[in-house]
């Protein structure tokens, strides 16, 4: 599986650019907006093709699943830890039904650890990020860990392989994707990239 992160700044075109992704084949999209409130969250949303939006998971905003029939909803790694010490509690008032829920890692000790059923789970940094500076890789090895992980962070066509052999079983994708000149075709070529990776 690949999921793609949303970038933290709306850039140009953005809209227009995930059309394109999710017709390029995108089935995971993540979206991650730290600096939107709930209103423009739906109004990012609302641009968004219905069809579409089977393949959105909000890490934000939970209860937006209640209004839009999305993905899933996924936990960064502070909000797992406060919400999730409610129990089921937390999942009171939210249609979660046929809803995928995943979680933000950086030790996979604790993620090997949780006791949370995730239906995937994410692990950064792998390598170092390509959109976050200083953010160094630490090259997990997650072949002893059975539960489906995927890795992040400096992801791109080059380390794409290395991940595979690593033990994870998808890869998670932001920098190589928003941060080169043609989103797309990059997405395009990772897919093709992952792909064959996978099915050797």
Not at 18 to 27: D, I, K, M, R, V
Request: hydrophobic share 35%; proline share 3%.
């Amino acid at each position: 599986m690949i999921v793609l992160i949303a970038p933290e700044k709306d850039v140009e075109n953005e809209i227009v650019i995930l059309h394109q992704l999710f017709e390029a084949g995108l089935q995971y999209y993540h979206l991650r907006k730290p600096f939107k409130d709930y209103e423009a969250h739906v109004s990012y949303l609302n641009q968004i093709e219905k069809k579409y939006h089977t393949k959105i998971v909000v890490h934000y905003f939970h209860e937006l699943t209640n209004e839009f029939n999305l993905k899933g909803i996924h936990f960064q790694e502070q909000k797992r830890r406060d919400a999730l010490e409610n129990g089921s509690r937390y999942f009171i008032g939210l249609n979660m039904l046929g809803k995928t829920m995943s979680s933000s890692f950086h030790e996979p000790e604790e993620l090997a650890a949780c006791d949370i059923e995730f239906d995937y789970h994410l692990l950064s940094p792998v390598f170092s990020s390509i959109s976050k500076e200083g953010y160094e890789g630490r090259g997990f090895d997650v072949t002893n860990i059975d539960k489906p992980i995927v890795g992040m962070g400096g992801i791109n066509t080059e380390t794409i392989a290395e991940t595979i052999q690593l033990g994870f079983e998808g890869i998670g994708v932001l920098g190589g994707v928003w941060n080169t000149e043609n989103p797309v075709e990059s997405f395009k070529k990772i897919k093709r990239h992952y792909e064959e990776e996978t099915t050797m």
